[in-house]
C-alpha cells in the first residue's frame, strides 16, 4: 500500500531551465508534506515544506504547490543548476490523533539530472 | 553547529547476529526518528521516540526495537539478522513535530 507516489523515477532538464518535481498522494489524513533531496552516502537533506491548509509555499529557486482535491503536490526548481542533480523524495505526515502523526511516508524518489 | 551523528557508518554482519547502531541528535533535538532505506521499498519508518519515548512505530518485526536515552541520543537494535535487513539505517532528529528533520549520513549495514 504505497500511500504516497512519485511516478517518475528520473527526470532531466538543461541548467536554466525549471524543473518540475510530482507527487501523488492516497491518505487524505496527511496534513504536512515535504521535499528532500538525497547525494548518494548521504543523509536526505530538508528543502521545503507545506502544510495543508496552503497551496503555495516558496523559498528561494524552490516552490511547493499543493492541490488537496487532486491529492497531488509539485516541487518547481527555477533555474534549475547542475548542482541541483541529486534523488528528491517528498514525503507526508498524518494530522494529529491519526496513526501516520509523527512519522513520514516517503515516496520512491525521482532522480535529478541537470546538464550543463 | 554539529549536525546528527550516526556510528558505525558501516558495517558487515552474518545472518543472525545482532547489530546496535548509534544516533547523536542535533543538541536541544528532543526527538529522534530511525528510517530504513532499501533499493526495492524505498524509506520506510521504523520507529519515532521523544523523551525516552516510542511515540510512533513502524511496520517492522519484533527484530527491529530501539530506545532513547535521557541526553536525547538514541541507539536501534536488530537481533537475528536476516539477509533482507542489509539497507541503509537513517536517523533524523528533530525539534517539532512538523517533520522538518534533519537526518544523518547513516549506517550502511551489510549482512552477509
Known amino acids: 500500500d504505497q500511500q504516497v507516489k512519485q511516478n517518475s523515477p528520473s527526470l532531466s532538464v538543461q541548467e536554466g531551465r525549471i524543473s518540475i518535481l510530482n507527487c501523488d498522494y492516497t491518505?487524505?489524513?496527511?496534513?504536512?508534506f515535504l521535499w528532500y533531496k538525497k547525494y548518494p552516502a548521504e543523509g536526505p537533506t530538508f528543502l521545503i515544506s507545506?502544510?495543508?491548509?496552503?497551496d503555495k509555499n516558496e523559498d528561494g529557486r524552490f516552490t511547493v504547490f499543493l492541490n488537496k482535491s487532486a491529492k497531488h503536490l509539485s516541487l518547481h526548481i527555477v533555474p534549475s543548476q547542475p548542482g541541483d542533480s541529486a534523488v528528491y523524495f517528498c514525503?507526508?505526515?498524518?494530522?494529529?490523533?491519526?496513526?501516520?502523526?509523527?512519522?513520514?511516508?516517503f515516496g520512491q524518489g525521482t532522480i535529478l539530472t541537470v546538464h550543463p | 553547529k554539529a549536525g546528527v551523528t550516526q556510528t558505525p557508518r558501516y558495517l558487515i554482519k552474518t545472518r543472525g547476529q545482532q547489530v546496535t547502531l548509534s544516533c547523536s541528535p542535533i543538541?536541544?533535538?528532543?526527538?529522534v526518528s530511525w528510517y530504513q532505506q532499501t533499493p526495492g521499498q524505498g524509506l520506510q519508518f521504523l520507529f519515532e521516540?521523544?523523551?525516552?519515548?516510542?511515540?510512533n512505530k513502524g511496520n517492522f518485526p519484533g527484530r527491529f526495537s530501539g530506545r532513547q536515552f535521557s541526553n536525547s541520543r538514541s541507539e536501534m537494535n536488530v537481533s537475528t539478522l536476516e539477509l533482507g535487513d542489509s539497507a541503509l539505517y537513517l536517523c533524523?532528529?528533530?525539534?517539532?513535530?512538523?517533520?522538518?528533520?534533519?537526518f544523518g549520513s547513516g549506517t550502511r549495514l551489510t549482512v552477509v
Open positions: 514525503a507526508a505526515r498524518g494530522n494529529a490523533g491519526g496513526t501516520s502523526y509523527g512519522k513520514l511516508t
Open positions: 491518505n487524505s489524513m496527511f496534513d504536512y
Open positions: 507545506i502544510s495543508s491548509i496552503k
Open positions: 521516540y521523544f523523551s525516552e519515548t516510542q511515540r
Open positions: 533524523a532528529s528533530s525539534t517539532t513535530y512538523k517533520g522538518d528533520y534533519t
Open positions: 543538541s536541544g533535538h528532543r526527538s
